[in-house]
């Protein structure tokens, strides 16, 4: 990929900025060079879909076929399931605790691991959780083993087997159980397509399914990536019922779970940035002295989702900064072009709820009451709201990189 600038004349008159292209290999379709999603692409599941589970790799560069011991094979199911599918002695309690119900060591262990209370609480969002136990350091495993974990428990609670080859898991004894998912060998390496039971909740599913999803530790409330700590996960699936807690202030978002980079090229003053960064703004995004300096002036190229911008849009954005989508379209989209369920797929639902949006009012473009509140004005979880949105206080009232909100700590 390349970024090419070309000379083209500015607004001013006595000065010459850049137009920035993207150039790609004639070999390359244009598609290609696309972004591929309206919503985040750091590893996140929609709510009804495990993705956890599907392979990060076509080829088995990493692993090598020397499991441990295969797992025993599930059951078939009857009409009406009884019980759990889990498989025996990989059931780790502390797992489906609430952050705020572990003990401090466990949290400080959790932590260490790349967890925080958002993170832990809803799966399949830290990193770590896409690596098989063989790939974790000597630290790694120490922490793991601290929190209940060993082997069999760790790839199949975090892991899934997700990272396995196809071979590896029928060296496993778990092939059957994604088969019975509508999982193939060809499939598995994303050569045909992925069975539909991917996209649905587990209510949906039928009982053998069922039973083969639990088969790979996704009991109900784990497929269904329900939050840690709610009467959902209140059931007996470890021989222990982990903690009931109550609900925490903290509301998390895709902001508290992995951070949203910011672009501190954005919130410099027009007369500070350099020659090409104001071509890229000019000509690319089509702002003005006045409107980049005005952060919450929008633009027609702020109304565009990262997805949809142009290539000559594109090529500027990446000038700015704007390397990665999530950014684009949380600190200078806001999300407005997302649908209700785009939200929720970026993790962001949450947010606009708090904030006093409902679908309908969402979708219409209706504007909520919170909106013309000021920003000292608004609750704890009001604020953390908008932030998880970048609207922080100083893009919420409104100031100007001139003004007072901004300084050079706002990334």
């Not at 009931?244 to 940035?273: H, K, Q």
Request: hydrophobic share 35%; glycine share 4%.
């Amino acid at each position: 990929l390349l970024i090419v600038a070309k000379d083209s004349p500015s607004p001013a008159p006595t000065t010459a900025t850049p137009t920035f292209y993207i150039a790609f290999d004639e070999t390359l379709s244009p598609t290609s060079m696309s972004p591929t999603s309206a919503s985040p692409t750091s590893p996140q599941p929609t709510s009804a879909s495990p993705t956890s589970a599907s392979p990060t790799s076509a080829s088995p560069t990493t692993m090598t076929p020397t499991k441990s011991d295969p797992l025993p094979t599930p059951s078939p199911s009857s009409s009406t399931r009884t019980g759990f599918n889990i498989p025996a002695d990989t059931c780790v309690v502390e797992r489906l605790t609430a952050w705020n119900a572990l003990r401090t060591t466990e949290q400080n262990a959790a932590s260490q691991l790349g967890y925080n209370e958002c993170s832990w609480n809803i799966f399949y969002t830290n990193d770590i959780e896409d690596k098989p136990w063989s790939d974790l350091s000597f630290m790694q495993i120490t922490l793991a083993t601290s929190l209940g974990f060993d082997e069999n428990s760790w790839d199949c609670w975090q892991n899934h087997y997700g990272s396995y080859t196809w071979s590896e898991l029928q060296l496993k004894g778990v092939a059957k159980c994604y088969e019975d998912l509508g999982w193939s060998e060809s499939a598995w390496l994303g050569l045909t397509t992925q069975p539909d039971t991917d996209t649905k909740l587990f209510s949906a599913l039928t009982n053998s399914e069922k039973d083969a999803a639990e088969c790979l530790c996704f009991p109900e409330p784990v497929w269904d990536q329900e939050v840690l700590g709610t009467e959902k996960f209140g059931v007996d699936y470890c021989d222990e019922i982990p903690a009931t807690v109550e609900a925490s202030d903290t509301l998390c978002s895709a902001m508290t779970i992995w951070g949203t980079p910011c672009s501190p090229i954005r919130y410099n003053r027009y007369s500070t940035l350099n020659f090409f960064q104001r071509g890229a703004a000019v000509n690319n995004l089509g702002y003005s002295k006045e409107s980049w300096n005005n952060v919450t002036e929008t633009t027609a190229a702020e109304s565009i989702a990262y997805e949809s911008l142009s290539f000559q849009q594109l090529a500027g954005a990446i000038v700015l900064g704007y390397i990665l989508e999530e950014s684009w379209d949380c600190y200078q989209h806001h999300y407005a072009d997302y649908t209700w369920d785009n939200l929720d797929e970026a993790f962001v639902q949450d947010c606009a709820v708090a904030l006093g949006y409902d679908e309908d009012m969402w979708n219409s473009g209706a504007v909520s009451p919170l909106e013309e509140v000021e920003f000292a004005s608004l609750t704890s979880q009001q604020k953390q709201a908008a932030e998880c949105m970048c609207y922080f206080e100083s893009i919420w009232e409104g100031d100007t990189l001139d003004g007072g909100l901004f300084d050079d700590s706002f990334c």
